[in-house]
């Protein structure tokens, strides 16, 4: 998965020109091969607390505003995320402000909502202080939000990492680039992948004269190491000129061996598992696989439901085909220790816990495994007539095999193959279903790793022994 900071000066004031500007920074970014576009603190409104405490009502937001339209479209447009931060209208007649963080997701649906919670001098003047963490998770990953003045408070990334975030992102207005070090040391102390989008221009505050903003958005490993960074900005008027810094978090992925993926209690609905063949012929089920009782050609109800939605709303021309679902248990252990003896035999300096984990990149433990549970299946697009189009990758690559590209947002893939695991996530996901990111055709409903992904508090479905 690759994160942009995008660093452009807004126009001061103007909601629906800074929106546009950001849609456009979207579909660059997207064009660079990024899955998330992080903006800086109050980038759609510019960093003006007099503006915006002279005019509540214009110059607030709700995240279904119509001028964030563009925002939203773009994202649904090329299957972006975006993060972006404005001042925030609260709920209800009378309110103060929020400073607000609304993440939109692949689809342009909001994700979640981050109020900043540590307000910084002339803030408490306009804004209200949010009280909830900011956490989201996208592409198997855990993200945590911060907004400038929280980053001081080492409680913030401290509870980021204890509640198992992996990628802080903060958007910020520094005027200081000592700042810079602190995000370093942020990183290192709590092992977190850290992006930071920095303002640029001046920023006006109720009590101060303007101050500059000193651009310089970053991007830090959990070493503490600056692996990207943005220049000053200064040469940027507004409306005019960008920067965007990005980076790759693949490594800060959820595997299927993650101790929260086995932690996550099962509630067995006892929903059967139905052969596809017969009970949607409209799906069309791969022609070369074969298992003398038909197993894999087998999927819990639910899951089968929500293949058929979303079959039904890809594009003209497109159809799945489903390669594999249901897994015997026995099957799945044979698979996984296939794989773990090709590691161990590649890599002979690998400890058991090394070999486990790089295994479950490509095939689930057998204690956990989704397939096994009747709730995962591997599919792909193919053309209305049932012939195959350019994913990117053969199904069932190997990391090693396909050097990376079997991840589903994995950079540099063509255009074409690009374009089509776009399409097939955008309908899979509206229908209900989460990915494995380390592989672009693995999607599932109702196992432990889609309740990790959707925050749901347990399982539906746990591994059948018997079908």
């Not at 807004?10 to 903006?39: K, S």
């Not at 992996?166 to 709590?190: G, I, N, T």
């Not at 310089?216 to 507004?238: F, I, K, Y």
Request: aromatic fraction near 8%; charge should be negative.
């Amino acid at each position: 998965m690759i994160l942009a900071a995008a660093q452009f000066t807004p126009v001061p004031g103007d909601i629906g020109a800074n929106a546009a500007r950001m849609a456009a920074l979207v579909t660059e970014a997207a064009g660079r091969n990024a899955d998330l576009v992080l903006f800086a603190e109050l980038a759609l409104s510019r960093y003006d607390l007099e503006a915006i405490k002279a005019d509540p009502e214009g110059m607030t937001v709700g995240p279904d505003d119509p001028r964030l339209t563009p925002v939203r479209e773009a994202c649904r447009a090329t299957g972006t995320a975006a993060v972006v931060n404005a001042p925030g209208r609260a709920a209800g007649d009378g309110r103060c402000p929020l400073l607000s963080t609304f993440v939109y997701g692949p689809d342009g649906a909001l994700l979640t909502r981050y109020d900043k919670r540590h307000l910084s001098g002339a803030e408490n003047d306009v804004f209200t202080p949010g009280t909830a963490e900011g956490r989201f998770t996208l592409g198997g990953i855990r993200f945590a939000l911060a907004t400038c003045y929280d980053n001081d408070f080492p409680e913030v990334p401290e509870q980021a990492a204890a509640d198992g975030c992996r990628v802080y992102l903060a958007s910020s207005f520094h005027d200081d680039p000592r700042w810079m070090d602190r995000y370093a040391e942020l990183a290192q102390k709590h092992g977190l992948h850290i992006l930071l989008a920095n303002g640029t221009g001046t920023g006006t505050g109720v009590d101060r004269p303007d101050r500059p903003a000193c651009g310089r958005s970053g991007a830090w490993l959990p070493t503490g190491e600056q692996v990207a960074a943005a220049g000053v900005g200064t040469d940027l008027a507004p409306g005019e000129g960008f920067e965007l810094v990005l980076t790759d978090v693949r490594d800060r992925i959820t595997l299927m061996a993650d101790p929260a993926v086995a932690a996550i209690p099962v509630e067995e609905c006892g929903e059967p598992l139905v052969d596809v063949r017969t009970a949607a012929p409209a799906l069309l089920v791969a022609a070369d696989r074969h298992d003398e009782p038909g197993a894999f050609a087998h999927l819990r109800q639910g899951v089968l439901r929500r293949l058929l939605t979303a079959q039904e709303s890809l594009p003209d021309g497109l159809r799945l085909r489903l390669v594999e679902g249901y897994r015997p248990p026995e099957l799945q252990r044979r698979y996984f220790e296939e794989y773990a003896q090709e590691l161990r035999a590649a890599h002979a300096d690998w400890d058991a816990e090394r070999i486990h984990r790089a295994a479950s990149r490509y095939v689930s433990p057998p204690d956990i495994a989704p397939h096994s549970a009747g709730g995962a299946v591997d599919l792909t697009l193919v053309t209305a007539e049932g012939q195959d189009v350019d994913m990117g990758t053969p199904m069932n690559a190997s990391p090693e095999e396909s050097d990376g590209a079997c991840y589903t947002s994995a950079p540099d893939l063509p255009p074409a193959a690009r374009t089509h695991r776009r399409i097939l996530s955008s309908a899979l996901r509206a229908a209900g279903l989460v990915n494995y990111p380390t592989e672009w055709w693995h999607w599932s409903y109702g196992d432990r790793y889609w309740a990790l992904a959707t925050g749901a508090d347990h399982a539906l479905y746990g591994p059948m022994e018997r079908w």
